[in-house]
């Protein structure tokens, strides 16, 4: 109880700059749930939709791969699902990797959408804190001029105090959104590096049965 108590007192006495901090916390917080929620979703349905869609091409079934791609709403199945469509037109390896790196420019952004608010909220909490901690040295340097001589150590020394209450609030915020930040993106590249091994398998069967049936032509 006393820590509570420790606490409340802490966030009262930093001024009014604590309440835009803790907005912008509850904020960079809630884009940071909604961003780990999605990117775990969309890591679970490409791994799900890959390991149904890999026994497909492994077999050179293309037409049942184009199937389960177009019933699909995944990442995975839009970037192949973009290059098993050219797949059916054309034969040349060059044009159904630009397809997919088409595909994989659209899906990036989905991927990143908000994220970067997370790092911005994080800048915002620090530089509020910083601004806080101005002006309560201004409000406390004004104080102490006015104030009785024999009293102006014991009030400067009280009022740089609470004032710095608002650079540790802003620190106390933005390092843990920093850090949230940071795993986002690292779970935003793990997506897309998973999506890229997935185009480069799927070029390798459609080259490979391609030219099979070249030769088999021939």
Known sequence: MDFFYSIAGFFLTGGPFMYPILIVFAIGTAIAVERFITLKSVTHQNQNMWTKLQPALDEGDFDRAREMTSDDQSTVSQLLGMGLAVQGTVRRREDIEIAMEESMMEIIPQLEKRTPYVALASSIATLLGLLGTIMGLIQAFTAVANANPAEKADLLSASI????????????????????????????GEIVDSLEMASVKALNVITKKAKRRAEAQA
Do not use: C, E, W
């Open 161 to 188: 105090s609470v004032a710095m209450n608002t650079t540790a609030f802003g620190r106390m915020v933005a390092i843990p959104l920093l850090v949230i930040h940071t795993v986002l993106t690292a779970k935003t």
